[in-house]
T-cell receptor, first 112, second 116 residues
């Protein structure tokens, strides 16, 4: 079956760094997404990794290891507005099958 | 540039009724995706439409259906509503995926459906 695991909740302090992990077991791999979802709002795209390594985008970075079925999202210089749920999603299929498998999300609370 | 829009924002129905949810994608996007996000559960893929055709569907019963219009807007229909259909229904749009890779999906604000 297809499975994505993320921690349910994390807490961090304003100004700190936090790493949110995601492990996946899927029938195939065609890319991994990270989305941010504030309470009551729609998810917004953060990053997409399809090759191994680190992708940096401002305060947010995303890492992928395909051999380990593992990714992490790194948030630096945390701000209060970063309090949100962070969703990891994997595309197991190549070609025109665009179905994504989603994790349950990691709820991050940033404290002053 | 206008984002993805959905209507209505909230809806209350009773068991057995039918509901239609609507989505307008970002201008230029041809792909529309529908997701269900129930409380405590992750996003569950429902349907993917592109260029007016249903391209893929998730593991949902046939009473979940939809269509995409020539202007790329889309409707999601749910017949014979059940209590467990209560959820946030999200629509997302993207440019048509090309090659082997994905295009970023932009989400609408969602429709909160409550089934009593």
């Amino acid at each position: 079956g297809q499975n994505i695991d993320q921690p349910t909740e994390m807490t961090a302090t304003e100004g700190a760094i936090v790493q949110i992990n995601c492990t996946y077991q899927t029938s195939g791999f065609n890319g991994l997404f990270w989305y941010q979802q504030h309470a009551g709002e729609a998810p917004t795209f953060l990053s997409y990794n399809v090759l191994d390594g680190l992708e940096e985008k401002g305060r947010f970075s995303s890492f992928l290891s395909r051999s380990k079925g593992y990714s992490y999202l790194l948030l630096k210089e945390l701000q209060m507005k970063d309090s949100a749920s962070y969703l990891c999603a994997v595309s197991p299929y190549a070609g025109n099958n665009r179905k994504l498998i989603w994790g349950l999300g990691t709820s991050l609370a940033v404290n002053p | 540039e206008a984002g993805v829009t959905q209507s209505p924002t909230h809806l209350i129905k009773t068991r057995g009724q039918q509901v239609t949810l609507r989505c307008s994608p970002i201008s230029g996007h041809t792909s529309v995706y529908w997701y269900q996000q129930a409380l405590g559960l992750g996003l569950q893929f429902l349907l993917w439409y592109d260029e007016g055709e249903e391209r893929n569907r998730g593991n949902f019963p046939p009473r979940f259906s939809g269509r995409q219009f020539p202007n790329y807007s889309s409707e999601l229909n749910v017949n014979a509503l059940e209590l467990e259909d209560s959820a946030l229904y999200l629509c997302a749009s993207s440019f048509r995926p090309t090659g082997g890779y994905h295009n970023e999906q932009f989400f609408g604000p969602g429709t909160r459906l409550t089934v009593l």
